[in-house]
């Protein structure tokens, strides 16, 4: 007799699995678009730099001079009390907001728009930072940091800099607790076990017995303790070397 899997488990949505999103402070995005940004500048002011759970880098607190207060990552360099500028006119600063198709070439960016007016989407972990290439009719062509080119819409807001904590990965962790209480902040599975190590009872495709193995596919319509691995996959998964004709 076998006992409810761990995906099962998580899908109930309990505590155990759920990530303490309470303890956040708030989430990173620009403000909202106004007619002052897109044509002038407002200046503000950095009150605080906050650490928030979860998150590779810290972030800052912006207080505008319009009375707006927003949250965004901190680029390096940038320290309490420092003025910082919104808008199109804005001065090519660390820590400043501007759209991407006034900011130069070879400037590194960070914390990109998508759209216009999203609030921020890419190249927003810590160390992270993309580059202005050229800008052309068709938007502002922008290397990311997986070295791939992509075209951007020249009014997406970017910040100056490179975001923070570049050297957060080359320290280990040493001990199980410290990454437990990471991937527990973060919300994901920890520690994750290979099936195959599992025991019979607790997986499908548990067993000591390495003999004849269990297909991994499975049907769209298995029940709930069997639907794991390849979910109605159209092929099994396994490579085909292809020959040279």
């Known amino acids: 007799m076998g006992k409810r899997i761990r995906v099962q488990r998580r899908g109930r949505g309990t505590s155990v699995?759920?990530?303490?999103?309470?303890?956040?402070?708030?989430?990173?995005?620009?403000p909202s678009y106004?007619?002052?940004?897109?044509?002038?500048?407002?200046n503000g002011e950095v009150k605080k730099i906050l650490h928030d759970p979860g998150r590779g880098s810290p972030m800052?607190?912006?207080?505008?001079?319009?009375?707006?207060?927003?949250y965004s990552v901190v680029p390096e360099g940038v320290y309490e009390g420092q003025p910082t500028q919104v808008g199109s006119e804005a001065a090519v600063d660390i820590g400043n907001v501007l759209p991407i198709g006034k900011v130069p070439e070879g400037t590194m960016v960070c914390?990109?728009?998508?759209?216009?007016?999203?609030?921020?989407?890419?190249?927003?972990?810590?160390?992270?930072?993309?580059?202005?290439?050229s800008h052309s009719v068709n938007g502002t062509i922008v290397k990311l940091p997986s070295k791939r080119t992509r075209y951007i819409n020249d009014l997406c807001r970017v910040t100056v800099g490179v975001i923070s904590g570049a050297g957060r990965i080359e320290k280990p962790f040493l001990k199980a607790g410290n990454k437990f209480h990471l991937m527990k902040a973060k919300g994901h599975l920890y520690p994750r076990t290979?099936?195959?190590?599992?025991?019979?009872?607790?997986?499908?495709?548990?067993?000591?017995?390495?003999?004849g193995r269990k297909c991994t596919t499975v049907s769209r319509n298995a029940p709930p303790g069997r639907k794991v691995g390849l979910i109605a996959a159209r092929s099994p998964g396994n490579r085909v070397k292809r020959r040279r004709v």
Do not use: W
């Open 17 to 30: 699995f759920r990530a303490s999103s309470h303890k956040r402070v708030a989430p990173v995005q620009y």
């Open 111 to 133: 914390n990109i728009e998508l759209s216009p007016g999203d609030g921020g989407k890419m190249v927003r972990a810590s160390g992270a930072y993309a580059t202005v290439v």
């Open 34 to 42: 106004s007619v002052k940004q897109q044509e002038g500048v407002i």
């Open 194 to 211: 290979s099936a195959r190590a599992m025991i019979a009872a607790c997986h499908p495709f548990g067993s000591g017995r390495k003999g």
């Open 60 to 70: 800052i607190e912006v207080k505008l001079e319009n009375g707006d207060t927003y």
